[in-house]
């Protein structure tokens, strides 16, 4: 059996087993998922071989990030079109923004910034988002339940969350096992007095697209940038700043994929 196991910050993850590549080139993808706060973290990559432990490597998003934006690899690449280096490379440096924006707001090794300390400036860019979220609250009466929020993880891996209070739990039963999120079966999870229904992983492409949770009869659309809209809205006392550069760094970070990954 090969396994491969990753350390960093105070997380541990492990392959096993290691996938072959799709592509045919007869290498083993081993994936460790980090949050964007993480991207300065040295991550230790260890390989296991029939319980024997063959050789371990340190490496970084930073780094591998760092190495893209070189003059070497730029004089090296050649993509063109939506995969030009120019793209390439608006995605870099939009993901390094992104990330030390969520190290600021997360305290998550704040020393070290994955952009350097240099964060791009959108005082004058334009923020213009099209709302794509359903009436949350429509209809609800006969599952049972009632609306209370959305919020959109962004320490972790990027999730949507949708939460209800269970207000008739015979009619709740009744449904819940039909209840799908992005046409997956998804089960709730409680917190507190709530539970919520989460759709987790969503990739950078794709913080513009509206995931559909069903719920009895109803369908209810939400992309991770209405809750991006929902933040830069508020004013005053309900404003977060750090939340806020945070998030208009997610939405430029969401602009730069999908020109890069257009094709």
Same mark, same amino acid.
């Given at each position: ?49 029939? #319980?024997?432990? /063959? ?10 990030? $760092? ?9 090296? *690449?050649? #993509? ?18 992104? #990330? ?46 009632? *609306? ?35 046409? =997956? ?18 990739? =950078? ?15 209810? $659309? ?19 700043? /750090? ?11 969401? /602009?730069?994929?999908? =020109?890069?990954?257009? $094709?």
């Amino acid at each position: 059996m090969q396994t491969v196991s990753f350390a960093w910050f105070d997380k541990t993850s492990t392959v096993e087993p290691l996938a072959l590549d799709p592509n045919g080139k007869g290498y083993y993808i081993a994936t460790c998922r980090i949050a964007p706060a993480e991207m300065t973290y040295a991550i230790t990559a260890t390989l296991t071989i029939g #319980g024997e432990e /063959k050789m371990t490597d340190t490496y970084s998003a930073k780094q591998y990030a $760092d190495d893209i934006l070189s003059a070497e690899y730029a004089a090296t *690449y050649t #993509g063109t079109g939506a995969k030009s280096y120019a793209n390439l490379k608006a995605l870099v440096e939009t993901m390094l923004d992104y #990330g030390s924006r969520a190290q600021v707001r997360f305290n998550r090794n704040p020393d070290d910034l994955a952009n350097g300390g240099s964060y791009i400036d959108h005082t004058d860019d334009p923020v213009s988002i099209t709302p794509t979220g359903s009436d949350m609250a429509e209809g609800l009466e006969t599952c049972g339940l009632a *609306y209370t929020g959305t919020t959109v993880v962004l320490l972790t891996q990027t999730s949507i969350r949708h939460y209800y209070t269970i207000t008739n739990q015979a009619a709740f039963d009744l449904i819940q096992d039909s209840v799908t999120f992005n046409g =997956a079966p998804v089960s709730y999870t409680e917190k507190d007095e709530e539970i919520y229904f989460e759709l987790k992983n969503i990739p =950078a492409s794709q913080l513009d697209t509206p995931y559909t949770l069903h719920i009895g009869d109803g369908d209810y $659309d939400y992309a991770v940038l209405d809750y991006v809209s929902s933040c830069l809205a508020k004013t005053g006392e309900q404003a977060n700043p /750090k939340t806020q550069a945070l998030v208009t760094a997610m939405y430029y970070y969401n /602009k730069a994929a999908n =020109a890069y990954f257009a $094709d």
